[in-house]
């Protein structure tokens, strides 16, 4: 047997994902006593440079690298959590034989496991793309829409999501241009209408490059020669949950491959649950994401007991 698995037969549950959604889950499990490991690669929308506004008890907002940084630390109050940076690769198993992941040449154990793997967003990609995310490059409008009261945004997509992302900032500001940054054009006439009422462009162009510096865009350059100005990039071309390594287990997922999960966040397999931005195209929210930890983890704390301590 591994020394890994044979170190950690003990563990309660797994978390793959060290975002909000996976240290929130990690931190109930842990109150509830139980040993948990926490895969957690760093990588993610909680370190992009993103300062979070809407999180309540933060008057002036807070990093979410900052908020990242906080919850390791007040894990490390419980010696029964255990962290391994390790990209999980493949999950298999049940909840008789237990779970079994494998990563990066080594396997662990464990009796069930919370999925907060994410997604991994589809932004736009230009030289140094990176060092513009969450500073002037942002795809949720309920957390950067606010700021950008009155200043000059590109919505970047080609769908009618970009069409109505683009209507929503118009109700922020009236200086908003749509590009399309794709071969394809699939906004639909009735979202044509309403933009062109509201006096947004469209630009159907793709991107050449961007303008810019520490952080902070100033223009794109389309390959068809359009200058962009800009204070702001939104970009909504859409985002693929990272269910790759959990197929193994069948959890059943919709038609967006988003985990299906109840209230309680249970999947369709007994014994796993999930939690975070894995489980919806909408609410990408942090306050949603610790919500969402916290009750996986109270249900596989709740599966975990022995049938003469559950009341049902």
């Known amino acids: 047997m591994d020394t890994e698995t044979a170190d950690l037969d003990g563990t309660d549950a797994a978390v793959i994902g060290g975002g909000p959604a996976g240290l929130s889950a990690a931190l109930q499990?842990?109150?509830?006593?139980?040993?948990?490991?926490?895969?957690?690669?760093?990588q993610g929308r909680s370190t992009h440079h993103q300062l979070n506004r809407n999180y309540l008890g933060f008057p002036g907002g807070i990093a979410t690298k900052e908020l990242r940084t906080l919850g390791v630390r007040q894990l490390a109050h419980y010696p029964h959590v255990r962290f391994a940076a390790h990209r999980v690769t493949a999950v298999v198993g049940d909840v008789r034989r237990g779970f079994t992941f494998q990563a990066q040449g080594?396997?662990?154990?464990?009796?069930?496991?919370?999925?907060?793997?994410?997604?991994?967003?589809?932004f736009p990609h230009f030289p140094d793309w990176e060092q513009y995310v969450g500073r002037s490059m942002f795809w949720c409008i309920a957390c950067d829409g606010y700021e950008n009261r009155g200043r000059r945004v590109l919505v970047v997509g080609h769908t009618d999501a970009a069409a109505g992302e683009a209507m929503q900032l118009h109700s922020l500001t009236d200086r908003v241009v749509l590009l399309t940054n794709s071969r394809k054009d699939e906004i639909s006439s009735r979202f044509r209408r309403r933009l062109e009422a509201a006096g947004v462009p469209i630009v159907h162009d793709r991107i050449k490059a961007a303008e810019g510096a520490d952080g902070r865009l100033t223009a794109i350059v389309t390959r068809g020669g359009e200058h962009l100005p800009l204070d702001a990039l939104f970009s909504i071309q859409g985002a693929t949950p990272e269910t790759a390594a959990v197929r193994g287990l069948g959890v059943r997922v919709n038609a967006q491959g988003y985990v299906e999960v109840d209230v309680e966040q249970?999947?369709?397999?007994?014994?796993?649950?999930?939690?975070?931005?894995?489980?919806?195209p909408h609410s990408h929210q942090v306050s949603a994401a610790v919500h969402e930890g916290a009750q996986a983890a109270s249900a596989a704390n709740y599966f975990l007991y022995p049938p003469e301590l559950k009341a049902n």
């Open 29 to 42: 499990l842990a109150r509830y006593g139980r040993r948990v490991i926490v895969f957690d690669t760093g």
């Open 106 to 122: 080594h396997v662990w154990w464990a009796r069930t496991v919370v999925l907060a793997t994410g997604v991994l967003d589809h």
């Open 266 to 280: 249970c999947t369709s397999v007994p014994g796993v649950y999930a939690a975070g931005d894995i489980t919806a």
